[in-house]
């Protein structure tokens, strides 16, 4: 089946979907981005998803590209072109297209917006959970506004692809004073010795991942203590579980760090509990 893809309002077949050279996310990465799980036939935390995009979009003076109520119909209207049952929707919003000049455009150009989906293999994501992934830990050298979900992503690319030829499924970014501040893609979760969950403050380091909030809600409501306060990569080897939470990969155990096992070397009752939950406690909109 061909896939369909939404370009600055048309919907285009895959194959022909582009954007201008001009196109600012393409010259200057300038804009960001939102990717949403589609699960079910059901888009999850929209709400949410559309608060950061808004956001992000904020925090660059950059216009949202259409009315907010407008948003949901298009990724249904993608999911349901591109007969998606379970995958993901990604959006990119940026400045627009308007010859290269480092300086803005004028307000008078429209932002670009792109809303893709692709299926994704449950099964296959199970069966990776059911195993637990490894991570590394690479140096912080991203800007200091990450907590704006850009576009422009090359540490990350690179610390995913260091963790890929290191036989590992994720990068952690060690902050100048050690502690780990997230993964490539990813918020860094670990469980203490003593059951309490612990996961570094949305104030400082990090992006507010959606994955995360919903966990952090979900947690409290199962009855687990929570504490948002940075660790460190030595607390997070000797801990009794590890994970990583993304939209893309919900809740996914860690199991190595650096090449040390952690706790058993199996994904975690904890981390297993609240991916089996995360679905029921996601807000739902049916495509
Ligand atoms: N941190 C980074 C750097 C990310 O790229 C992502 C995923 N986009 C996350 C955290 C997790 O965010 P979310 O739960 O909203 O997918």
């Not at 960001?32 to 999850?44: F, I, T």
């Amino acid at each position: 089946m061909s896939r369909i893809a939404y370009v600055n309002g048309q919907y285009l077949p895959h194959l022909d979907a582009s954007v201008h050279i001009e196109d600012r996310g393409f010259q200057f990465a300038d804009g960001v981005y939102e990717v949403c799980e589609v699960r079910h036939l059901q888009l999850l935390d929209v709400t949410r998803h559309l608060d950061r995009l808004e956001r992000s979009l904020r925090e660059l003076a950059i216009q949202m590209p259409m009315e907010r109520r407008c948003i949901p119909l298009i990724m249904r209207e993608i999911v349901t072109r591109n007969r998606v049952i379970n995958g993901l929707v990604y959006m990119q919003a940026n400045r627009g297209v308007y010859p290269r000049n480092h300086l803005f455009p004028p307000k008078s150009v429209k932002p670009s917006l792109v809303i893709t989906a692709k299926h994704t293999n449950r099964a296959a994501a199970e069966e990776m959970a059911a195993c637990g992934i490894g991570v590394i830990s690479v140096p912080e050298n991203r800007w200091d506004r990450v907590d704006i979900k850009s576009v422009s992503l090359l540490p990350n690319v690179l610390a995913k692809q260091k963790a890929l030829e290191a036989g590992a499924g994720e990068a952690w970014f060690i902050d100048v004073d050690g502690f780990v501040t997230e993964g490539s893609s990813t918020n860094a979760w670990i469980v203490s010795k003593d059951g309490v969950l612990v996961t570094r403050p949305a104030e400082s380091g990090i992006l507010r991942g959606i994955t995360r909030t919903r966990v952090i809600d979900m947690a409290a409501g199962m009855g687990y203590s929570i504490e948002e306060r940075a660790f460190t990569i030595e607390e997070a080897k000797a801990a009794r579980e590890a994970f990583v939470t993304a939209a893309s990969s919900v809740v996914l155990p860690v199991v190595e760090i650096d090449g040390a096992t952690v706790a058993n070397g199996h994904p975690g009752e904890t981390a297993t509990r609240l991916r089996a939950l995360f679905f029921d406690s996601s807000e739902k909109l049916p495509c």
